[in-house]
């Protein structure tokens, strides 16, 4: 991957990723502290462990595309015991994380990662990689929403509960 096409692709993955990180806070902030351990079936994660996964997954895996290596040791084992206390740490770790990936060199960038002997891509590719793993965790969870009694946030345009206003 040429230089310039790394630090391109870089600066329009990471306005998407703080775009998606506001509505993904928006969507675990509706989760009911009094209905966090819902869980649609028996074999899905509760609606806390699910957040958990999107918001610990997002900053590791962003840390680990700056680090240059995947490793499956968990970085944060500690899930916060409250929703609020989630988002105040994806609050504080997401910046720090994506700033990791921003002062990432085009050297850095274009270096290429294996990802648990699945695929290898250069370093960049997988910030995509990370938006569309968040992307279909949060839609599992917001279909918890209702069930749990919350409500749906608006999330790529208006929901019944928070209409768009165009």
Do not use: C
Request: proline letters at 7%; a neutral charge.
């Amino acid at each position: 991957m040429k230089p310039e096409l790394a630090v391109a692709v870089r600066e329009m993955r990471l306005g998407s990723l703080i775009n998606e990180f506001a509505i993904t806070k928006k969507v675990i902030a509706a989760i009911p502290e009094n209905a966090k351990e819902f869980r649609p079936d028996p074999k899905a994660r509760t609606a806390h462990e699910l957040a958990w996964h999107v918001v610990s997954s997002d900053v590791q895996m962003l840390d680990e595309i700056a680090d240059g290596a995947f490793t499956m040791a968990e970085r944060f084992p500690k899930m916060p015991s409250t929703i609020a206390g989630m988002i105040e740490f994806y609050d504080r770790e997401f910046p720090r994380s994506l700033a990791r990936v921003k002062a990432l060199d085009a050297a850095a960038l274009g270096k290429v990662i294996d990802f648990y002997g699945a695929f290898q891509f250069p370093a960049v590719v997988f910030l995509g990689f990370v938006e569309s793993h968040s992307i279909h965790h949060r839609g599992q969870l917001s279909t918890y929403l209702r069930p749990m009694g919350s409500k749906v946030p608006s999330i790529y345009g208006g929901s019944a509960d928070e209409p768009w206003k165009g």
